[in-house]
């Protein structure tokens, strides 16, 4: 089979980390037979850098042709005073515009030998597999805004089709999973969220009559993802709580450097990535943790090129290496041996060779 991944290292630990997922694809290249196409190209500062434009055509090119599209990150210091069109998240933002991607995945399950880094007890982490959806492509991010001196206005429309579309992906990997939907609104004070709660209660029956479906107020969701967080299997929510109860979800797994996603249209094309940034404090010291891009790429295999059991080949040579003892200073405890950014790389795609 063969197939094409966009490459877009990007800036900082980007190209460090991209770097690593690629051994990993290969590697899984070579253990399974197929062959991957893996076009590089520019984004972000790079794409400035060298093209004056953070989301450069040939680019854009290279995406379009690709079944998926595996980033690393953008930003940095270097580029933080040019003009807003010219940023590199500016990049981004025309990335997942071009892809159409609406709905943003992040699966939050903490590694059982990990559990120090976690601020959370370890009784607490135990079973904790969620995988969080949030809608990416309206509500209040996208709205009309206003601002005069003395008042600001921000305006957050949701549509029907909008919800119905993500409630379907949350759906659909509830089927796949422990069979639950938790959908998270506000809908006690807000107008998108009655409307959000009513869609979900039509189409979750209606479409999804063999789940359990659940509703929790945002402020509750907050305060159960650190009480219980065992409880929950799918949790879908609109873009704003989504951003907001990702990266508090992230803290359960220890480290960011740990954590995929993946960003979703309706077809097989994606967007995957690490939910970090570029790290420019530990960017080109060969530091970074790369097992965050490492896993996004698994979920490239899995849900963009259906190859299941190469999918879960690659997380379960992530998760021998930290049986084994490998770690990058991010998710050592003190005073424990550290490995460089390409030695987790290569003992990852070294496990995947090795494994029966
Ligand atoms: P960051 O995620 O880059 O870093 C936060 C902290 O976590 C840093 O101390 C960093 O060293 C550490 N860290 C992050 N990833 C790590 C990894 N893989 N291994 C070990 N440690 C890791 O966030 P920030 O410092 O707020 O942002 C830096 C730049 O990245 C900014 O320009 C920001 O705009 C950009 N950014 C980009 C994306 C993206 O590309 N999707 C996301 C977030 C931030």
Redesign the pocket.
């Known amino acids: 089979m063969q197939t094409t991944i966009a490459i877009l290292p990007?800036d900082?630990?980007?190209t460090e980390?991209t770097r690593e997922a690629v051994k990993v694809l290969r590697a899984v290249e070579q253990k399974f037979g197929h062959q991957f196409e893996l076009p590089e190209a520019l984004i972000?500062g790079a794409g400035l850098d060298a093209e004056d434009d953070p989301f450069p055509q040939q680019t854009a090119d290279i995406c379009a042709d690709a079944t998926a599209v595996l980033l690393g990150?953008?930003?940095?210091p270097k580029w933080d005073s040019v003009a807003t069109e010219k940023r590199?998240?500016k990049g981004?933002l025309r990335l997942r515009a071009a892809l159409d991607v609406f709905a943003n995945l992040r699966p939050v399950a903490p590694h059982p030998i990990l559990a120090d880094a976690s601020p959370l007890r370890a009784d607490l982490l135990q079973g904790v597999d969620i995988m969080v959806v949030r809608e990416l492509t309206g509500g209040i991010y996208f709205g009309e805004k206003e601002r005069t001196a003395d008042s600001a206005t921000d305006v957050c429309t949701y549509t029907r089709s909008e919800i119905e579309r993500v409630l379907r992906i949350a759906g659909k990997l509830a089927q796949g999973r422990r069979q639950k939907v938790t959908s998270v609104d506000k809908s006690n004070v807000l107008e998108t969220s009655r409307l959000w709660r009513e869609v979900t209660n039509e189409l979750m029956p209606r479409e999804f009559g063999d789940l359990e479906l659940e509703h929790l107020l945002v402020d509750a969701a907050a305060m159960h993802l650190l009480s219980r967080p065992a409880d929950f299997d799918v949790i879908v929510t609109e873009n704003m709580f989504g951003d907001i109860l990702t990266d508090e979800a992230s803290m359960l797994a220890g480290?960011?450097?740990m954590l995929p996603s993946a960003s979703l249209n309706d077809g097989a094309r994606g967007l995957y990535?690490?939910i970090?940034?570029?790290?420019?404090?530990?960017a080109g010291q060969n530091?970074?943790?790369?097992c965050?891009t490492i896993l996004s790429a698994a979920m490239l295999l899995r849900l963009s090129l259906g190859l299941e059991e190469e999918a879960a080949s690659v997380e379960n040579a992530v998760n021998q290496v930290l049986s084994d003892g490998l770690r990058?200073?991010?998710i050592a405890k003190p005073g424990e041996a550290v490995v460089n950014t390409a030695d987790m790389g290569s003992a990852i795609a070294a496990a995947i060779d090795a494994a029966n």
């Open positions: 990007g900082g630990i980007g980390v972000g990150a953008v930003g940095g590199p998240e981004l480290s960011m450097g990535e690490p970090h940034g570029s790290a420019p404090d530990i530091k970074a943790n790369p965050g990058t200073g991010d």
